[in-house]
């Protein structure tokens, strides 16, 4: 889910409305379910509370579990690694990271965190738990609140919106060091411009490549670094 300003919620409303109607009263009553995975060597049980108050951020969505599978088949090493992820939703990327021994922060809109927190604490043992942040972050506005010293940041289906791709891209340099890497897992869908964003406005501000592509599911996993990327 990706992360607005607070005073701009309401104005997003109309525009999350035209991408995911409530119609029928679809999204009247919440609708909460619980599926398992085992990703990274780890079963994984993730709640998802179905409904208007959380809307996109409910669901796991493919691009997630499709960028914890490239972490599985790169062997990405985390341990001792400091991590953020943006516009978490379930947490399920978080959560792998932490298991993989990452020191991660998990963050989204308040509305999100209390989805997130219950997925850690049924999926992290302590160990974990100690390590692992839930925080609020509205892209653009509180970001500077955060340090610049994160190895990874991380982000699946967070670009969907174009109203929000000048606070994320600014939110984005704000966090990323010459030392970090973000990586960014993307269905492309050209209803919400996501190749504009990924192959003209995020090349102007970072190194970006594409590391993976899945073909069947129409899903990107970008590479970026600061133009003066150090290396991990």
């Known amino acids: 889910m990706a992360a607005l300003a607070p005073e701009r919620e309401g104005e997003m409303e109309a525009a999350l409305e035209s991408v995911f109607p409530r119609e029928l009263g679809l999204f ?39 960028l914890c599978e490239y972490f599985e ?15 978490a ?22 509305v999100a965190l209390k989805q997130i927190e219950e997925n850690i604490h049924r999926n992290l043992p302590v160990k974990c738990l100690g390590r692992t942040r839930v925080c609020a972050l509205s892209w653009g506005v509180d970001h500077k609140t955060f340090p ?19 606070l994320l891209i600014r939110t984005l340099q704000h966090l990323c060091s010459a030392q970090s890497t973000i990586y960014l897992s993307s269905k492309m869908r050209q209803e919400h411009s996501t190749a504009l964003f990924f192959e003209t406005l995020l090349p102007l501000h970072f190194t970006s490549k594409l ?19 150090t290396g991990q």
């Open 211 to 229: 590391a993976f592509r899945d073909d069947v599911d129409n899903i990107n996993i970008y590479k970026v670094t600061s133009k003066s990327h």
């Open 89 to 110: 939703g379930t947490g399920v990327v978080g959560i792998v990271a932490s298991l993989l021994g990452g020191d991660v922060t998990i963050t989204d809109l308040p």
């Open 148 to 166: 610049r010293n994160y190895d990874f940041i991380l982000g699946a289906d967070i670009v969907y919106l174009k109203d929000t791709f000048p």
């Open 73 to 87: 088949e790169q062997k990405l090493n985390f341990w001792d690694k400091k991590v953020i992820e943006l516009g």
């Open 28 to 66: 009247a009553e919440v609708f909460p379910a619980e599926t398992r995975y085992r990703l990274c060597g780890h079963e994984l049980s993730i709640a998802q509370h179905h409904g208007g108050r959380l809307g996109v951020a409910a669901p796991v969505w493919e691009a997630a579990l499709t």
